[in-house]
Nanobody
Framework: QVQLVESGGGLVQAGGSLRLSCATSGGTFSGYALGWFRRAPGKEREFVARINWDAGSTWYGISVKGRFTVVRDKANSTAFLQMNSLKPEDTAVYYC?????????????WGQGTQVTVSS
């Protein structure tokens, strides 16, 4: 059973940085994609970033491109989301999720989320 656990959220001032972690367990992630999503109060879930576990290929949502970076540490089965130049509109609960790399549609596995709050 795949499990994902996020950590690293917190309160930061605008312009600051945070690094979120997504610890994975329950099997190899070879052939999987790991995504980061966020949900702000009263808003729809938003795609933030994705990394393919094997090749390390990455994609970013338009609102975070150039400020956020997603990487993975294969040896420790952990993915990270480095968030720089944070803005108040980045305030949300951030989730990591996983699915087979070539599967379309929804992600299969989700973490519990970690709160990020950016003060102005």
């Amino acid at each position: 059973q795949v499990q994902l656990v996020e950590s690293g959220g917190g309160l930061v001032q605008a312009g600051g940085s945070l690094r979120l972690s997504c610890a994975t367990s329950g099997g190899t992630f070879s052939g999987y994609a790991l995504g980061w999503f966020r949900r702000a109060p009263g808003k729809e879930r938003e795609f933030v970033a994705r990394i393919n576990w094997d090749a390390g290929s990455t994609w970013y949502g338009i609102s975070v491109k150039g400020r956020f970076t997603v990487v993975r540490d294969k040896a420790n089965s952990t993915a990270f989301l480095q968030m720089n130049s944070l803005k108040p509109e980045d305030t949300a609960v951030y989730y990591c999720a996983a699915k087979p790399e070539f599967k379309g549609g929804e992600y299969d596995y989700w973490g519990q989320g970690t709160q990020v709050t950016v003060s102005s």
